[in-house]
Nanobody, 119 residues
């Protein structure tokens, strides 16, 4: 079992940056695949970025490639999402999630943090 708590959301102008953090409880954080999802009003939840354990290979949705960077600090049980060149269409609730085995299926979820990008 792992508990996830996101922080760092807020209101930013288009072109600006935000860094989201997700702090995890438990002693086995380093074993989890970590992902960031987002859900905008009226839209389905989508996987934005993910990072594997160990060597930490990453995945990015096409819509954020080159603008967002996912990273993890296993010593701090934390995963980050650096978001640059933000666009109004990035506005959504962002969720952190942990997976035991797959970049596509997640077992534990945070409560979400709102990101609003104004034009």
């Amino acid at each position: 079992q792992v508990q996830l708590v996101e922080s760092g959301g807020g209101l930013v102008q288009a072109g600006g940056s935000l860094r989201l953090s997700c702090a995890a409880s438990g002693r086995t954080f380093s074993r989890y695949i970590m992902g960031w999802f987002r859900q905008a009003p009226g839209k389905e939840r989508e996987l934005v970025a993910a990072i594997k354990s160990g060597v930490g290979s990453t995945y990015y949705a096409d819509s954020v490639k080159g603008r967002f960077t996912i990273s993890r600090d296993d010593a701090k049980n934390t995963v980050y999402l650096q978001m640059n060149s933000l666009k109004p269409e990035d506005t959504a609730v962002y969720y952190c999630a942990a997976s035991v085995a797959s970049m596509r299926n997640y077992d534990f979820w945070g409560q979400g943090t709102q990101v609003t990008v104004s034009s």
